[in-house]
C-alpha cells in the first residue's frame, strides 16, 4: 500500500540535481532495506584511489532496496547522458575509491532502467546495508566514468526505550527505565549509547543485546554491555561488530533487545527492542557522497511477510 516519493532538491540553481524529476514507484509489501544514491561526476574515482572529479553536468538517482527474500530491487534514472556505455553496481570501497564490478546493469542506454538482482551474495547485501556500494555509468567520452553514486542506507540508524513493561517475564515496576541510539557504520559496526536510570549503583547490573527475538520472546545474549555509573546513571558507549548480514538484516528486522538484569529481576528489569529510526532525507552534496543536512522526517512503514 502508499507511494514512496524520492526528490532530490537544493536552493542552489548549479545543483544538477534541479533537473531531476521527482519519482515516485510503488511501495513494496515487504521490504528490509532501503538506500538511495544521487548520480554526479564529483563523485567518480580512479583505481588508484584519485578522483577525476568530471565536469560533467549529467545527473542520475539510483534507488535500492533488500525485499523480504533478500533480492535486491532497483530502478536507476539519468538525464542528459549520450551515448551510455555501460552502467554497473560496484564495491565493495567507501565513497572516494574504486571498486571491482559486482554486476552490469540491463538496458544501459535507457534513461530509466529497472531489474532485481536476484540472490546476490551475503557479503554482497553486508556492503550494500553498510553504503560500500555504488553505481557507476560510463560514456564513450569518459570510459572511466560519467557519473557515480554512492548507495546511502537509510535505514542506519536505531534506538530502543527501556522499560519493565516490555520483559517477557513479568516485572514490577521499579521506576527503572532508559533509552539507547545505535549507528551502523560503513565498515559494519553498530556504535552505541545505552542510558539507564532508576537502577541503584551498589552492584553493576549484567546487560546484553540479545537476539534474535521478536518483543514477545527471549533470545540469547550475543553482546555485553558493560554499564559504568555516573551521575546517578547507568551509561555504556562502544561498538559491537563488525556485523555480517544475518546480524545486519535482524537489526532491520527488530529482533534484537537490550536487556539489563538487577538481583531483584535476574531474568531482565528493563527491555528495548532495537528498532530502525525515521528514515532520513539525503540532499545531493556533491562532494563525495558526504551526507547533507537532515531534512525533514517522517515514519517509513514497513508490514512484515
Known sequence: GGRLTVG???STRSNPFLELPIIEFQEKDSYLWFGVAPLTGQQVALADGSTTATRSRDSGLAIAYVDARGDIEFGI???GIEPITGVAFHGPASAGYAGPMLREIGDAEQAKTFGKWIDPS???RSALARGRIYVLTTSVGSPAG????QIVPQTHEFSTVLSSSREVTPVS???AAGFGRFVLDPVGYLHYRIVVEGIGGL???PAHIHGQAEFYENGRGVFHLDLNYVD???INEGRWGPLGWNEIRGLLDGVYYVNVHTDQNKAGEVRGQIRPSLLEHYYAPGLLGRRGPRESSRPFSRSRS
Open 173 to 175: 515496576p521499579t521506576g
Open 77 to 79: 534514472y539519468q538525464t
Open 122 to 124: 551475503d557479503d554482497v
Open 146 to 149: 560519467e557519473i557515480r553514486g
Open 203 to 205: 552492584n553493576v547490573p
Open 8 to 10: 532530490v532538491a537544493d
Open 232 to 234: 546517578d546513571q547507568w
